[in-house]
């Protein structure tokens, strides 16, 4: 087990990041607010946005734009394709009416229904501690390299060597597929790589 990893959002689930801490490997797996976070002041400064709501830990309310609290008011269990299971948690608050920001708030017609938001805790810690650590000058400098390392190589296989999708089903099939691919991809970058060295060698002697 690699120290630690770096992946896109695409990987930024609760499973993934509950998986690498039992490993005890280092997650530097973004998610899917990461980039907004970041780079979206916007999106940062918009009371509207459920993820900027204020949090009481002590009472477990959180507090909307308009000052009104939300309660907790149950949870429920979400189970993964794998079997990982999850715990949700829902917060509600029964009377929102008279507030200027309720059609921003509430996509619901019917003007008498209840503000409901639900909260994963869990995957929250996770997201929270992988944006801490992808802001480091080693998360950063492992950001920059997996777009070099990996996307680079999905690009040549899929814009060059016109690879864009599995001609077979099922994981035992797929994978000696790939490995046929990863293998054409190395033999071309070593033979290119000879071209250069030969290249080279002509021109020096010229």
């Known amino acids: 087990m690699p120290a630690s990893f ?7 689930s609760e499973e993934n990041y509950a998986y690498l801490e039992r490993e005890g490997a280092d997650a530097y797996v973004k998610h899917n ?3 907004r976070e970041c780079r ?3 999106w940062r400064d918009d009371e509207m946005v459920v993820a900027n709501w204020a949090h009481d830990e002590e ?11 939300l309660a907790f008011c149950g949870e429920s269990r979400r189970v993964s394709d794998l079997g990982y299971e ?8 029964e009377d929102c009416s008279g507030r200027s920001r309720r059609a921003r708030c509430s996509k619901s017609a019917d003007p008498d229904s209840p503000k409901r938001i639900q909260v ?3 995957l929250n810690a996770f997201k929270s501690r992988a944006g801490e650590m992808l802001r480091t000058d080693i998360g950063s400098a492992l950001r920059k390299r997996r777009s070099v390392d990996v996307e680079t190589v999905f690009g040549d296989v899929e814009r ?10 099922g994981l035992e099939k797929v994978t000696p597929e790939w490995r046929l691919v990863a293998a054409g991809h190395n033999i071309r970058k070593l033979f290119l790589a000879e071209c250069e060295k030969g ?7 010229a």
Do not use: I
């Open 33 to 35: 607010e990461l980039f």
């Open 160 to 169: 060059n060597l016109g690879f864009t999708r599995f001609t077979l089903r």
């Open 59 to 69: 009472s477990d309310e959180h507090a909307c734009p308009e000052g009104r609290t």
């Open 120 to 122: 994963n805790p869990a």
């Open 6 to 12: 770096a992946a896109d959002a695409g990987y930024g």
């Open 40 to 42: 979206n002041e916007k």
């Open 199 to 205: 290249k080279m060698a002509a021109r020096a002697m």
């Open 86 to 93: 999850s715990a949700v948690r829902t917060y509600e608050r």
